[in-house]
């Protein structure tokens, strides 16, 4: 965690103090953003890439996010075969779960069993998950099913695609907090949502709705 320290002070808080505007931000921003994640993946710090965004504008955030994601991607695709990843998901036993992690769960299982089975099997994976990890608390309902509408209406349009190119198309899926395009902080963040399944309060999610009104 030293090494990790005077690598972050030496390079990546330079990087963060010279970005300037436009195009000059957008260039330091990648960088940045490649850069932590090098020293992520080498140190094994979780933490997702980060950009000085507020002096990045919208269109230039997205597009530093993509190119950070393609830049550092492992030769071959992730690093996990897609048959052991989710087998190991489905019993809980991934060392770390982030939200590319869950992103991918819902991708593979859509395109093996089709949405209504994703949302079953992606429901019983994260609470084998938070069960193991000792805080089965952290399931949360309204999130496993919403994600799973989103992702699968693209899944559907885009078949046959590794998971690596299915997110770089679609760049808005490596967003975590997504779906507070679609519910308001009080909606999303209560109760309710979290035991069961809510509709969205500021606009509606893609396609149908899942059996059972989900």
């Known amino acids: 965690m030293a090494l990790t320290a005077w690598v972050s002070f030496s390079f990546i808080r330079p990087l963060r103090e010279r970005a300037g505007t436009g195009s000059e931000a957008l260039a330091q921003a990648v960088k940045l953003a490649i850069l932590e994640k090098l020293v992520n993946a080498a140190f094994g710090v979780a933490a997702p890439c980060v950009f ?107 078949p046959g695609r590794d998971f690596s190119a299915f997110v770089e198309d679609n760049p808005r899926f490596q967003r975590k907090d997504l779906l507070e395009d679609y519910y308001s902080p009080e909606v999303l963040f209560g109760a309710e949502a979290r035991g069961r399944f809510v509709e969205p309060d500021l606009r509606p999610l893609p396609g149908e709705r899942l059996p059972g009104g989900l």
């Open 52 to 158: 000085a965004r507020h002096r990045l504008g919208p269109r230039e955030a997205a597009r530093a996010a993509t190119l950070c994601c393609s830049s550092v991607r492992p030769r071959g695709g992730m690093t996990m075969d897609d048959g052991v990843f989710l087998e190991r998901f489905s019993r809980g036993e991934l060392s770390g779960f982030a939200h590319l992690d869950h992103v991918r769960v819902v991708y593979l299982y859509t395109l093996r069993a089709g949405r209504d089975a994703a949302v079953e099997l992606t429901r019983a994976g994260l609470r084998a998950l938070t069960g193991r990890l000792g805080v089965p608390e952290k399931y949360h309902e309204t999130m496993t099913v919403a994600w799973v509408r989103l992702v699968s209406e693209r899944a559907a349009a885009e």
